[in-house]
DNA sequence: CAAATTTACTTAAACGTTTAAGTAAAACGT
DNA sequence: ACGTTTTACTTAAACGTTTAAGTAAATTTG
């Protein structure tokens, strides 16, 4: 009987305050602990008390535990953190990062947890704030280097940790894929078809980017280990088909998008002997190089091969299709996932894993 | 003096137990409030002191104020939440959506929120589970059909939310594109090019999806908004061009993937009089529809004209590249992310937006 | 110099739950 | 009929914070 407070529409949805427990079990006249028993362990009430207290609980319009309170009493956020670089935004925009979500979203799912997206980016404040007030369980690094400050928010915080494509800290678990044998194999592929002069367009080197030729010692100063282990491998197969790799020129650029990809053609292109093969470290990166291409009058892959990394869907459609190196980043995603889980559980996270990388020779390498 | 806990390095990061408030309280000698100004309100004590918590904050390896104990008190969760109908690993894989998600999280970012990916799809447990232990503090929901009792699910938590791409319930704030008006276009294009003979690709119809050819009842019994409006708008076009919509056969695929593309039209191209024109309610679709026809030696758009809907950034590389209607997925999520923030903050959400659609016409179209 | 204000803290309640431990009554076993 | 087990609850503490209100001492003010 009485006024039915849901039969008076409220202006706004969500305006309305929310009820609690304890109001609920005011309603029925019980004490707290038995209605949360009501959703959590049917089996110590009746079952005639368990409707009356689901029946108060619409009446007031209480939709069951609130997971803020549930989640500080049982130290569970129920979420998984994944911790990304830059900014949220950029990770949508790279099918190598989205594909590696979907495996890491997959691993939440199965495990009956959410999917917390931490930015890294310097955003509204300090660094690592988003990693400091994330309410997760736990975290999986993405795509930040070892010498990232981030890192150190994420150890802070003690819990659990998987880190992507960065070699293990002592004593953290990581997951990560044979980014050298992947590049070695694409030099190879190359120096095997007769090239002998290349050039390479990376990824930015530091933490504080720059566009332009990276000589040497820059070189050696990257602190990706991703990027370190593909410059590593694409120089040990260039220097075994017996050219140097003093000559070939790194172009770094400060994000991993086809724009920066294309400007650093246009200079890698310039130069005085033009290369006749180009290596780049992300698909991302080699569409914009072909685009450069494209815009010199050159052909591909008559004048110019080009063999990207990661063999993201889009690869296998460009005109002509781009040769890369293949690397699982559903799978990585996936495993990455269930480390961190299993960590949750109390079990063995296993060893650090290397995921194995493949040439997928399609049709942008040629001959000379 | 003493063993510095920090010198000893345990075996796995994560397994250290955190501290709390307290325990740096009782180490500096000072109370718990103090020690929460000191993070919170640096102007509520001495800088000494300060300092001097912080190393006792360091010393026992404190890294600030728990993210879930702050949360229940301050009653925000610093996230907002985006819910996707499917299985989450679903929406990594559409390129639409993954679009609306790099906007939704541009927004949080711009407001300092997290992104929580909720799974609406029946996973570990029932309907709503993941909604109804969310800790967030609003909801942005994509691909939800009006029907779906996960709205309901929604509903009931009195969260703030966003429905993207239905139309308003009474009194709950959203935003849309002219799914019409797009329709409407391509098949106004179509007609224009002198074609009769149509069909069309749909999206599923209802929250049983079925796969095959749907009668006029089906077709009127769609639940998702955005579907009814497309269909509509072809209605509308096609019948305006003379022709009669009876006569155009509507194949529903249960899931939104090339391959379910591909498999409607080899049904529909296999029907007499063959079509001439199909009409998919999504680029992913039309890829699909582009595959079979390549599969059944039927030219594009010489055999056969084909116009998507989204205009995903692939559509522009297809050979041919796709005839389509542009909708402005990253604005969308932007603008659904802001609008949940604005009520978030007490703020005006605005009136429900529909955000324009544009046809964008390609090589996947001509005369019959 | 006493009153008023400011500084630098502390006290205690609240946020919404879960759960171990307790209790009183009902059901059971012999 | 009496002890034992089971059923159906309640009590109370804990989870880790924030914050309004309070207090005592130091500083400023007229």
Redesign the interface.
């Given at each position: 009987m009485g006024v039915n407070p849901e039969s008076k529409?409220?202006?706004?949805?969500?305006?309305?305050?929310?009820a609690t427990l304890k109001e609920v079990a005011a309603e029925v006249g019980v004490s707290v602990a038995t209605v949360s028993n009501a959703y959590n362990r049917p089996d110590q009430l009746s079952e005639e008390l368990r409707v009356r207290i689901f029946e108060a609980a619409k009446r007031l319009?209480y939709?069951?535990p609130d997971?803020?309170?549930?989640?500080?009493r049982k130290r569970r956020?129920?979420?998984i953190g994944v911790l990304y670089a830059d900014?949220?935004?950029y990770?949508?925009?790279d099918p190598a990062a989205?594909?590696f979500?979907?495996?890491v979203?997959?691993a939440?799912?199965?495990?009956?947890l959410?999917?917390?997206?931490?930015?890294g980016?310097s955003?509204?404040?300090g660094v690592g704030?988003?990693v400091?007030?994330?309410?997760v369980d736990?975290f999986v690094v993405y795509c930040v280097s070892a010498a990232d400050p981030l890192i150190g928010?994420v150890?802070?915080?003690?819990?659990?940790?998987v880190l992507v494509d960065d070699p293990s800290?002592?004593?953290?678990?990581s997951i990560g894929i044979d980014d050298e044998g992947g590049a070695s194999a694409a030099a190879e592929h190359l120096a095997g078809l007769g090239h002998r002069s290349f050039a390479v367009v990376s990824f930015k080197l530091t933490l504080e980017p720059d566009r332009g030729l990276a000589d040497h010692a820059r070189q050696e100063s990257a602190n990706n280990e991703d990027t370190r282990s593909r410059l590593r491998g694409y120089k040990t197969a260039i220097e075994a088909a017996g050219a140097s790799w003093e000559d070939v020129p790194v172009y770094e650029c400060p994000e991993n998008t086809p724009e920066e990809g294309k400007a650093a053609a246009e200079v890698l292109l310039g130069r005085e002997p033009r290369p006749t093969a180009i290596l780049t470290l992300s698909d991302q990166l080699a569409f914009g190089v072909m685009e450069a291409a494209r815009g010199l009058g050159l052909s591909i892959p008559g004048d110019l091969s080009i063999v990207g990394f990661d063999d993201v869907s889009?690869a296998a459609?460009?005109?002509p299709p781009l040769t890369t190196v293949y690397q699982p980043h559903v799978e990585k995603g996936l495993k990455a996932g269930r480390k961190l889980i299993a960590?949750l559980e109390g079990e063995d996270p296993g060893e650090p894993e290397l995921l194995p990388t493949r040439l997928v020779v399609r049709g942008s390498t040629a001959s000379p």
């Open positions: 529409k409220s202006k706004k949805v969500g305006s309305g305050r929310r319009g939709s069951g997971p803020l309170g549930r989640s500080l956020a129920g979420a900014r949220l935004s990770a949508f925009t989205v594909m979500l979907e495996g979203s997959f939440a799912e199965e495990a009956g959410g999917l917390f997206l931490v930015p980016g955003g509204t404040s704030e988003g400091l007030s994330a309410s736990g928010a150890i802070e915080r003690r819990l659990p940790v800290r002592e004593s953290v678990t889009e459609r460009t005109t960590q």
